[in-house]
């Protein structure tokens, strides 16, 4: 089965420490990787995605992700953490198979927490 | 990136009665997704809705209980029927825009329901 696995509820970090949000996946193929964020009563904004080219992506807010095909994974990084950044981050798969339309998958979510 | 509004934001309703949410886009789009999210937990795919054909429902979810509706280009609602307390979640609305050589998937604030 299509998974996508955030391994860590949450994660704490220190305001101006660097922050990474993990997510690693097992999809057939080369899909297309994704976060999101989630803040408190809203719905979720896109923060970036890979889906060729250049391992490391950057995204909206200072944030940046790795692809590692060899690892499956898709870490979410940044280099120095802000107490705005708090909220819910999921990670997104959208598998490339041929034939029919190819869904989202989800990561269950990881709650960041940025203290000051 | 295409702009998505939902109404109502939130609702607290009685069980047994069913609310209906709509989702509004500011531009035409294809394909158009509701997803709902229980307290805590990720998204689940509810249906697909293209406009000029039947919603798709994923496993576990009925067009009984979730009927959908997909009038034009911009528009769609989704019904939450004979609601119990185990539906209260926060619904999203969700589409596929063409941005640049991909088409992206954005996400409206969602719905915010209670029901007692």
């Known amino acids: 089965a299509q998974s996508v696995a955030q391994p860590e509820d949450q994660v704490n970090v220190a305001e101006g420490n660097p922050l990474t949000v993990k997510c690693t996946y097992s999809v057939s193929g080369n899909p297309y990787l994704f976060w999101y964020v989630q803040y408190p009563n809203r719905g979720l904004q896109f923060l970036l995605k890979y889906i060729t080219g250049d391992n490391l992506v950057k995204g909206s807010y200072g944030f940046e992700a790795e692809f590692n095909k060899s690892q499956t994974s898709f870490h979410l990084k940044k280099p120095s953490a802000l107490v705005s950044d708090s909220a819910l981050y999921f990670c997104?798969?959208?598998?490339?198979?041929?034939?029919?339309?190819?869904?989202?998958?989800f990561g269950a979510g990881t709650r960041l927490a940025v203290h000051p | 990136s295409a702009v998505i509004s939902q109404k109502p934001s939130r609702d607290i309703c009685q069980r047994g009665t069913s609310l209906t949410i709509q989702c509004q886009v500011d531009?035409?789009?294809?394909?158009m997704f509701w997803y709902r999210q229980q307290p805590g937990q990720s998204l689940t795919l509810i249906a697909t809705?293209?406009?000029?054909?039947?919603?798709?429902?994923e496993s576990g979810f009925v067009i009984d209980k979730f009927p959908i509706s997909r009038p034009n280009l911009t528009f769609s609602t989704l019904t939450v029927s004979n609601m119990s307390p185990e539906d209260s979640s926060i619904y999203l609305c969700s589409v596929e825009y063409r941005v640049s050589s991909y088409n992206e998937q954005f996400f409206g604030p969602g719905t915010r329901l209670t029901v007692l």
């Open positions: 531009s035409q789009v294809t394909m």
């Open positions: 809705a293209n406009q000029g054909s039947e919603a798709t429902y």
């Open positions: 997104a798969v959208r598998p490339q198979l041929r034939g029919g339309y190819n869904k989202l998958i």
